[in-house]
């Protein structure tokens, strides 16, 4: 194929969803190159522009697929409610950040998330949290994890970093 100043380019467009190399190196290092969900093909990635374009995309598809509310951490990245309403979700918010202590307000996000619709998406950010960059501890991390199996809440990570 001719491009710009009668280059030429070797390869083919890629498919709709991005590079299947770097589609599986990624499922690799977030899940584990031999994990059972990814061999067997039950895990699966997409490339996409930016992460605000994978937001946007994952919106989309969270409307067709599971039309529910997503919940998004108080305070969070201020794109995440433009885009996930654009996209045309019902976005709701769970207790997040504690200024008074500058940390996490654990007891109100617990509360806010065994309160949540059944069924809705909880949008967490896997590290560095975005924009106070409190992160829950790894036991805390298991209590949010009791309380969405509970709820029958429907976790979706945003790993940014």
């Known amino acids: 194929m001719k ?4 280059h030429t380019l070797d390869k083919e467009y890629l498919p709709i969803d991005g590079d299947q190399t770097f589609n599986k190196g990624a499922r690799g290092v977030l899940f584990g190159f031999d994990h059972p969900d990814v061999t067997s093909g039950r895990v699966t990635t997409c490339q996409t522009l930016s992460g605000t374009g994978a937001l946007r995309i994952i919106g989309e598809f969270l409307v067709k697929h599971r039309p529910s509310p997503i919940y998004v951490s108080n305070p969070t990245w201020g794109n995440h409610k433009a885009v996930f309403t654009r996209a045309g ?11 008074k202590t500058k940390g996490l307000d654990f007891e109100g996000l617990i509360e806010d998330l065994q309160n949540a619709t059944p069924g809705s998406t ?6 560095a949290h975005n924009p106070t960059g409190v992160d829950p501890t790894l036991d805390q991390w298991k209590r949010i994890y009791e309380v969405i199996k509970t709820n029958n809440l429907f976790p979706f990570f945003d790993t940014a970093y």
């Open 3 to 6: 491009i710009a100043n009668n």
């Open 89 to 99: 979700m019902d976005v709701r918010t769970y207790r997040y950040f504690d200024k």
């Open 122 to 127: 909880i949008l967490l950010h896997t590290c």
